[in-house]
């Protein structure tokens, strides 16, 4: 049966379980309910993490963006696309720690932040909904709202 939820609430839990690495912060979608828990050692006011999360006939764990390969493989795709004569630079960038921070400066010598952002978010956007089309998750879109992704 899909359950139905809001498109900002599940953008909001995406980027909170794409935080760090992989499994540092974790979300869960109940089937039933459309309800989502967060789980975080840093925020007391979040809803008590249900007990059996893990049950995945009652929750759907909620992606890390580099499971849906929104990481690595998008700036490289970006680079292709858009900086072609720097696709090597940026390649080897994140061969090495640090990959992010040497790519922002890039972006910003190249006057591409905003262009990136445009990017990301689109394929952010496009990777969710076909992940909730996976799952059976009807998205619902409130008449104010706008699904736009936040920017650092």
């Not at 049950?55 to 992606?63: F, G, N, S, V």
């Not at 994140?94 to 394929?123: M, P, Q, S």
């Amino acid at each position: 049966m899909p359950v139905s939820v809001d498109w900002n609430d599940l953008l909001h839990t995406f980027e909170f379980a794409s935080l760090g690495q992989p499994h540092e912060h974790e979300a869960v979608l109940c089937r039933k309910t459309g309800k989502f828990f967060w789980l975080t050692d840093v925020e007391e006011d979040v809803e008590a993490w249900p007990d059996d999360a893990d049950d995945e006939e009652k929750y759907l764990a909620i992606p890390h963006k580099k499971q849906l390969d929104l990481g690595k493989p998008l700036v490289l795709e970006f680079a292709r696309q858009f900086l072609p004569g720097q696709f090597n630079e940026v390649r080897q960038m994140f061969d090495r720690r640090g990959a992010y921070a040497r790519f922002n400066d890039l972006l910003r010598r190249n006057n591409a932040v905003d262009r990136w952002y445009d990017f990301e978010n689109k394929a952010t956007e496009a990777a969710l909904r076909e992940w909730c089309a996976l799952h059976e998750i009807m998205i619902e879109v409130g008449d104010n709202a706008t699904p736009e992704l936040n920017r650092p």
